[in-house]
């Protein structure tokens, strides 16, 4: 690829490159303006099934995400203050984050979000890691359902590790956390305290110092924030107490101002 390509060029091809592999929307009319290309584009990828594209593809997409990467501002520990001894708390896009991993707020099927544009964190995560993150979780369920059954769904709390592509973290690990239809149960608390713990457990298994939780079950899961927050804490703090000195820095990464003021709580209330 040659290296004075602007990000406008790089995303114009890769426009037109995914229009022509959805097939469906070959003919939709592209928006003139950058913003509508980015918007057209993520929904594109979004839609998109898992499977290959050509390496010289690839490389145009990687190369426009590293620097969609460095045009948000990528954010480095020693950006995010210690609240107590090896916890954190930051407020922000969770793709911004160089750290060891990032948690993932999964679904069962372990594919990502389909819906275009959709604000989950699922899709955000797909959307600025690239197709290849879609590719390696169907890679795994594929292997998964050839143990287990075609049927195979990933259950509640049982992480899955993968890269993390063109992110700045370098790994990616996608949990599947509870969710509340009715009265919260001490089941459906146990369910996501295993969230946590299981995802520390795998990254002390696979040598990542530093990682990221989103809010895990709190969105379309329809867990209470509060408690779900209450959780988080109490079951990292009691991990992290277990496990002296295997993980550097945990981070309760939230997105919205409620969330950020919950977790600011429980800080005040912890270190009292």
């Not at 060029?9 to 928006?31: C, H, I, M, N, W």
């Not at 996501?192 to 040598?207: F, I, K, R, V």
């Not at 509060?226 to 109490?234: C, L, N, P, V, W």
Request: hydrophobic share 40%; proline share 4%; charged share 25%.
């Amino acid at each position: 690829m040659n290296a004075r390509i602007t990000q406008e060029q790089r995303l114009a091809k890769l426009v037109e490159v995914f229009k022509a592999d959805s097939g469906q929307y070959a003919k939709v009319k592209t928006p003139e303006d950058d913003e509508g290309r980015k918007r057209l584009l993520r929904s594109l990828m979004n839609i998109r099934q898992p499977g290959d594209m050509p390496a010289e593809v690839l490389q145009l997409q990687d190369e426009y995400l590293k620097g969609r990467a460095k045009e948000k501002g990528i954010v480095t520990l020693k950006d995010i203050p210690l609240r107590e001894e090896g916890l954190s708390l930051w407020q922000g896009d969770i793709t911004r984050l160089a750290v060891d991993a990032i948690v993932n707020a999964a679904n069962s099927q372990m594919l990502g979000c389909f819906v275009p544009l959709h604000a989950c964190i699922d899709n955000c995560i797909h959307t600025f890691a690239g197709i290849q993150l879609r590719n390696e979780c169907h890679r795994q369920m594929q292997e998964l359902q050839q143990r287990y059954g075609e049927d195979y769904e990933q259950p509640t709390a049982v992480p899955m590790l993968t890269d993390g592509y063109n992110l700045p973290a370098k790994k990616v690990i996608h949990i599947v956390g509870p969710i509340v239809s009715g009265m919260l149960t001490s089941e459906l608390e146990k369910a996501l305290a295993d969230c946590y713990t299981n995802s520390l457990t795998m990254c002390m298994e696979n040598g990542l110092r530093s990682v990221a939780f989103c809010c895990i079950s709190t969105g379309v899961f329809h867990f209470p924030q509060e408690r779900a927050a209450q959780i988080a804490f109490s079951s990292v703090k009691q991990w992290l107490a277990a496990h002296g000195g295997v993980i550097d820095r945990v981070i309760f990464n939230v997105f919205t101002d409620e969330d950020r003021d919950i977790y600011e709580k429980i800080f005040r209330q912890s270190s009292r």
